[in-house]
Structures are given as structure tokens and as C-alpha cells.
T-cell receptor, first 111, second 114 residues
Framework: DAKTTQPPSMDCAEGRAANLPCNHSTISGNEYVYWYRQIHSQGPQYIIHGLKNNETNEMASLIITEDRKSSTLILPHATLRDTAVYYCIVHLSSNTGKLIFGQGTTLQVKP | DAGVIQSPRHEVTEMGQEVTLRCKPISGHNSLFWYRQTMMRGLELLIYFNNNVPIDDSGMPEDRFSAKMPNASFSTLKIQPSEPRDSAVYFC????????????FGSGTRLTVV
């Protein structure tokens, strides 16, 4: 799986959009971009994933650049409960797929 | 579905004792993963199973660690003998179809070896 680079930490004001960047310049054509988050003391939680098109679900939006070398996770209206570590992972889904976590971005949502 | 269920939630044991962590994956999921999380090393994949068969145990730190999956609904991670450096939070996760739709993690077992 390709390596990702994320800023170690970010702040966001409550109610504003949180934009979390991720670089994955060595991504290959059949690798997906996944985002997970881990709220303190809990297990990681799946947020969203995409291949090359932008994706949106009830939790977030995922914007992937046309060359697929970077992506941005958008939390449209951040709340205090969104404070967590966010992991961007490039993953080749296969019958024996395994998920490898990096250090992630610690997002602090402030009132 | 109750999600991935791990037990116990907390375990405190003395160095040298055997520790067994348990995991019940989501029904229908065919892949199961054991992770360990520490402040120093983050989330590390220890071992994973597909259809109850161990596929990759390269992350298991040493022979003191062993994992089994006797059936599709149960897995154990055993440490014998335990050491203080094994203190960590151990997570179990399950998925289907290679994880294309995401992995579901349990709440973890916080292990403290004194």
C-alpha cells in the first residue's frame, strides 16, 4: 500500500468546516483512499472512501485531486465531538486486504 | 448487530502470567484483524485471518504472542508469559470483501502488565 503524509495536528472552530489534507503521491491506479477517525479511548471508525471521484456521505465529503496524488476530508460543520485523530490510508482492497495506519492528524475542534 | 465485541475491556495482570483477549466479529464478516496501540508506536497490525485461516502474522512481536480463530465467530489473542512492555490497548476489527466497505473495530481491551 502507498504511503500517506498528513499534518500532525490542526485546529478548527466549532461550526466551521474542517478541511483535513492528505498527500499520497505514490498511489497506484487500483488503490482506494480511506479515512478513519479515532475518538479518544475508542476503536477507529470508518468515515468514507473513494477511488477517483469525490464522495459524500452523512459524515463527511472526500475530495480527491484529478491526479489522485492528494485528497481532502471535509467535515462541513465541525462539532466538539469531532475532536479526534483522523487517519488517511491508501488501501488496495483485495481478498486479503490489510489496513495499515500512519500517525494521522489530531483535529481539535474549539468552541 | 452489536458490532465487534471484545472482552475483557480492561485487564490488569502480573508479569509472567498468561493473558487471553477475546473477540467476536460481526456476523458474516470473513476477515478478522488484531491491532495493538501504544503511544510510542501507534496502531500496529499484529495478525489477520481470512475465513478463519491466519494469513499474515508478521506483526506478532515474538513467540510469546499467539492468535487463533477456531470458528467464524470467535478469535483469541494470547500472551504467555506477559511482560510490562506488552501493556497497550488491543483492538480487534472485522470486515468483508477485503475491506472495500470499511473495517469495523471493537472497543478494545486495555491491558496493563505490572
Amino acid at each position: 500500500d502507498a504511503k500517506t503524509t498528513q499534518p500532525p495536528s490542526m485546529d478548527c472552530a466549532e461550526g466551521r468546516a474542517a478541511n483535513l489534507p492528505c498527500n499520497h503521491s505514490t498511489i497506484s491506479g487500483n488503490e482506494y483512499v480511506y479515512w478513519y477517525r479515532q475518538i479518544h479511548s475508542q476503536g477507529p471508525q470508518y468515515i468514507i472512501h473513494g477511488l477517483k471521484n469525490n464522495e459524500t456521505n452523512e459524515m463527511a465529503s472526500l475530495i480527491i485531486t484529478e491526479d489522485r496524488k492528494s485528497s481532502t476530508l471535509i467535515l462541513p460543520h465541525a462539532t466538539l465531538r469531532d475532536t479526534a485523530v483522523y487517519y488517511c490510508i491508501v488501501h488496495l482492497s483485495s481478498n486479503t486486504g490489510k489496513l495499515i495506519f500512519g500517525q494521522g492528524t489530531t483535529l481539535q475542534v474549539k468552541p | 448487530d452489536a458490532g465487534v465485541i471484545q472482552s475483557p475491556r480492561h485487564e490488569v495482570t502480573e508479569m509472567g502470567q498468561e493473558v487471553t483477549l477475546r473477540c467476536k466479529p460481526i456476523s458474516g464478516h470473513n476477515s478478522l484483524f488484531w491491532y495493538r496501540q501504544t503511544m510510542m508506536r501507534g496502531l500496529e497490525l499484529l495478525i489477520y485471518f481470512n475465513n478463519n485461516v491466519p494469513i499474515d502474522d508478521s506483526g506478532m512481536p515474538e513467540d510469546r504472542f499467539s492468535a487463533k480463530m477456531p470458528n467464524a465467530s470467535f478469535s483469541t489473542l494470547k500472551i504467555q508469559p506477559s511482560e510490562p512492555r506488552d501493556s497497550a490497548v488491543y483492538f480487534c476489527a472485522s470486515t468483508i470483501f477485503g475491506g472495500i466497505y470499511g473495517y469495523t473495530f471493537g472497543s478494545g481491551t486495555r491491558l496493563t502488565v505490572v
